[in-house]
């Protein structure tokens, strides 16, 4: 039931959230929900480094399969 390739599939449903989460925050900028330009680099930094170790993980464990 937990298998790896269970969990990859999770780990490709939190990789869409987190791009989904990456264009809400950008169409929060052009609304102008979000003035700050220190605090949209560092939230679109972090969004990067995730989205690195999540595809890392996932092909570190498809290596594996």
């Known amino acids: 039931r937990n298998s790896q390739k269970e969990f990859l599939?999770?780990?490709y449903f939190s990789l869409?959230?987190?791009t989904e989460v990456e264009t809400?925050?950008?169409l929060?900028?052009?609304l102008?929900?979000?003035?700050?330009?220190?605090l949209i680099e560092e939230i679109?930094?972090?969004?990067?480094?995730?989205?690195?170790?999540?595809?890392?993980?996932i092909n570190?464990?498809?290596r594996k399969l």
Not at 44 to 57: P, Q, S
């Open 24 to 26: 809400l925050l950008l």
């Open 44 to 57: 679109l930094h972090e969004v990067e480094v995730i989205t690195k170790l999540l595809l890392g993980l």
């Open 60 to 62: 570190s464990i498809k």
């Open 9 to 11: 599939r999770f780990l």
């Open 28 to 30: 929060s900028i052009e």
């Open 32 to 38: 102008g929900f979000i003035k700050s330009k220190e």
């Open 16 to 18: 869409g959230s987190l």
